[in-house]
């Protein structure tokens, strides 16, 4: 059974399903956008004793952890370090001093996932990611908004958006137009 069976995707997203972009961006007249918790390398609780439901029967007790599994998975799709892929994208690499692993005895690079976690802790106190996890993001929505005939990448290039307003507008100013469509 699917864990999310109305979200599987190639086909029309009911209303109820839509992202409530309020939540996310403060606007004008709108209540105050939730704020989220600091990025950091701390995993709550719950998802280091996944439930049952979730992760089914398992014969090692580690299996219930979302990091065991997220390490086994990176291992296994061969994921880079953060810090080889920091170096080939030409970033400095965080120290093993502030990727902090050391202590928990753990030897050699650091699993993907767990970098981009302590680079935002590092280079921005968690309040955004760092340099490498804003790439990987970066490069991840311009590959979409490139894939997608209907994107502003790919639109005429006369096009012009259908508002009042620069062409750099903001993006509450964006998300105000397209909820009004």
């Known amino acids: 059974m699917p864990l999310f069976p109305g979200l599987l995707g190639f086909r029309p997203l009911r209303p109820e399903h839509r992202v409530d972009w309020s939540l996310f961006f403060d606007a004008p007249g709108r209540v105050m956008a939730q704020r989220s918790k600091k990025i950091d390398g701390k995993l709550a609780r719950p998802l280091i004793q996944l439930p049952v439901a979730i992760t089914g029967e398992c014969q090692i007790d580690e299996y219930h952890s979302l990091a065991v599994r997220d390490l086994e998975r990176g291992q296994g799709v061969g994921l880079p370090s953060g810090e080889s892929l920091a170096r080939s994208l030409s970033i400095e690499p965080l120290s ?3 990727v902090g692993l050391a202590q ?3 030897r050699g690079e650091t699993p993907l ?16 990611l760092g340099p490498l996890g804003g ?3 970066g490069d991840v929505l311009v590959g979409l908004l490139r894939a997608d005939a209907s994107s502003l990448l790919n639109a005429a290039e006369d096009w012009r958006p259908p508002f009042e307003g620069p062409l750099g507008a903001g993006i509450v100013q964006l998300l105000t137009w397209a909820d009004s469509i």
């Open 96 to 98: 093993a001093q502030e």
């Open 113 to 128: 996932w767990y970098y981009i976690l302590r680079e935002s802790d590092v280079h921005t106190g968690g309040d955004r």
């Open 104 to 106: 928990t005895g753990w």
């Open 135 to 137: 790439r990987i993001v």
